[in-house]
Structures are given as structure tokens and as C-alpha cells.
């Protein structure tokens, strides 16, 4: 089955810039969409279609796609961003499925 | 303004089968492009697509999931209901329903979520 694969963990001090990675090999057939989850709430999109930014969401937060993966960037990255980021995508193969990849957790030191 | 609620039972018992209604508020499942889709996550653990309905009454199921989903709409009442057969232990997670307009577009609008622990 189709799967998509990022880093368990991200660390960095506030103000820094932070990456997070989603790989998958239908990535370049494919958007990819992020969410951000903070414990106990649901999920909330932060990008679409790869790069877009939904009304609401600091423009702090930015996407880029490069073959295979995709990329969540954060920069200048504030306490208050500290939380779980999933990407999101979908199958390929014909048969309709959408993925989420395990999850990043974003720690702000 | 779009609302999603999950409700259903907190605890079921290994073998039974759960029952989930996602009712919505702020949009009709009857506008062309409009689509459900159920979500879970086990505690601690990365979220898990299961079943999407459609506007026009179309529905995908998990690959892995597919012989124990069954996923309908009542449009008049603004609700998704989600059954699952068979639960185990390992489905105690928390369900989602989210909202996707369009195509190619992602889930904006989520509920809540309801807890559901499968235990004896």
C-alpha cells in the first residue's frame, strides 16, 4: 500500500526556521496538503495543493515540492507552533485512497 | 458558518459493530463537489483515512478497511453515518468527519472528534 514518510521528530529554538519532509512516490502526481494538530484538537490545514495558504494561517508557514518530496517549512517558528504536522496526499494507482503520512512532531526548544 | 459534530457510543465491545453519525451544519451534501470522509486516530498515533461519500452518492472505502466499512448519507437531515463491523481492541481511536469541496481540494472543516474504546 501507498505510504508517506516523514521524520518522527523536528527540533528547533524560537525563531528559527524549521523543515519538515513528507516523501512519497506519487508526490509529483499528486498534491500534497498539510495539517497541524495540537494535543486533543483536531486537525487544522496550514498548506494545499503543495504551496497554497489557507486565509487565516501566518505567512510564516509556506510549502514546496521537489519529485518526490514535499516540504512544510516554518520560519521564524514561534512557541505557539509547537505540534503535530501531517501531510496528506493520495494514491495514484487508480484506486482512490488518501494518505496521511506518521506525523512530525515539532518541538520548540 | 461550517460546523461537523461526531457522536456514537464511547465504549463498544470486541465483535460488535460501531455506528457513527457525523451531523454538519453550514453546507449541503447535495451541492455538486461536496464530500464527507471519516478519519481516526488511535491514541498517540498518525491519523487513518476510512471512507469518503459524495454528493452524488459515490463512496471509497480504505483498501485495508473496505470489508467492514459501510458509509451513507441522509441529506435531509444533514447527517453521515459510518458503521464498522466486527470492532477489535486495536480500533479504539478517536473518529473524525471532515469536510472536502471539490476535487483536489483538502479537508478544511473537521469535527471534534469522538473517543471510541473497544474493550470487554
Known amino acids: 500500500s501507498y505510504e508517506l514518510t516523514q521524520p518522527p521528530s523536528v527540533s528547533v529554538s524560537p525563531g528559527q526556521t524549521a523543515r519538515i519532509t513528507c516523501s512519497g512516490d506519487a508526490l509529483p502526481k499528486q498534491y500534497a496538503y498539510w495539517y497541524q494538530q495540537k494535543p486533543g484538537q483536531a486537525p487544522v490545514l496550514v498548506i494545499y495543493k503543495d504551496s497554497e495558504r489557507p486565509s487565516g494561517i501566518p505567512e510564516r508557514f509556506s510549502g514546496s515540492s521537489s519529485g518526490t518530496t514535499v516540504t512544510l517549512t516554518i520560519s521564524g517558528v514561534q512557541a505557539e507552533d509547537e505540534a503535530d504536522y501531517y501531510c496528506q496526499s493520495a494514491d495514484s494507482s487508480g484506486t482512490y485512497s488518501v494518505v496521511f503520512g506518521g506525523g512530525t512532531t515539532l518541538t520548540v526548544l | 458558518q461550517v460546523t461537523l459534530k461526531e457522536s456514537g457510543p464511547a465504549l463498544v465491545k470486541p465483535t460488535q459493530t460501531l455506528t457513527l453519525t457525523c451531523t454538519f451544519s453550514?453546507?449541503?451534501?447535495?451541492?455538486?463537489?461536496?464530500?464527507v470522509s471519516w478519519i481516526r486516530q488511535p491514541p498517540g498515533k498518525a491519523l487513518e483515512w476510512l471512507a469518503r461519500i459524495d454528493w452524488d452518492d459515490d463512496k471509497f472505502y480504505s483498501t485495508s478497511l473496505k470489508t467492514r466499512l459501510t458509509i451513507s448519507k441522509d441529506t435531509s437531515k444533514n447527517q453521515v453515518v459510518l458503521t464498522m463491523t466486527n470492532m477489535d481492541p486495536v480500533d479504539t481511536a478517536t473518529y473524525y468527519c471532515?469536510?472536502?469541496?471539490?476535487?483536489?481540494?483538502?479537508?478544511?472543516?473537521w469535527g471534534q472528534g469522538t473517543l471510541v474504546t473497544v474493550s470487554s
Open positions: 453550514g453546507f449541503s451534501l447535495s451541492t455538486s463537489g461536496m464530500r
Open positions: 471532515a469536510r472536502l469541496y471539490g476535487s483536489g481540494k483538502p479537508y478544511d472543516y
